[in-house]
């Protein structure tokens, strides 16, 4: 590899800001926020969801009911089948 073209691969802790969970990872990410964690410092990036929020992971999804929605939009519009 050439020297010098490479950016900085490091540890850097991740904060989901929707639950407040902290994730220790290696990433080239540029930030310039610090966080103590486990005793020592690293840089902070901080993202708006990840697997501690995101419905999807979590099992707390919101199921839609579509029936009500399609029967509300014929009503409205007045649609026949």
């Known amino acids: 590899m050439k ?6 691969y490091r540890p850097v802790v991740f904060k989901d800001t929707a639950s407040g969970t902290l994730f220790l990872s290696r ?7 610090t966080i103590e964690y486990e005793g020592q ?15 999807f992971y979590t099992g707390k999804q919101q199921l839609v009911d579509t029936a009500g929605r399609v029967e ?3 009503r409205k519009y007045n649609i026949k089948n």
């Open 27 to 33: 990433s080239t990410v540029e930030t310039k926020e």
């Open 72 to 74: 509300r939009f014929k």
């Open 3 to 8: 020297k010098d073209i490479h950016p900085n």
């Open 41 to 55: 410092e690293y840089p902070l990036f901080q993202v708006e969801i990840s697997s501690a929020s995101h419905p």
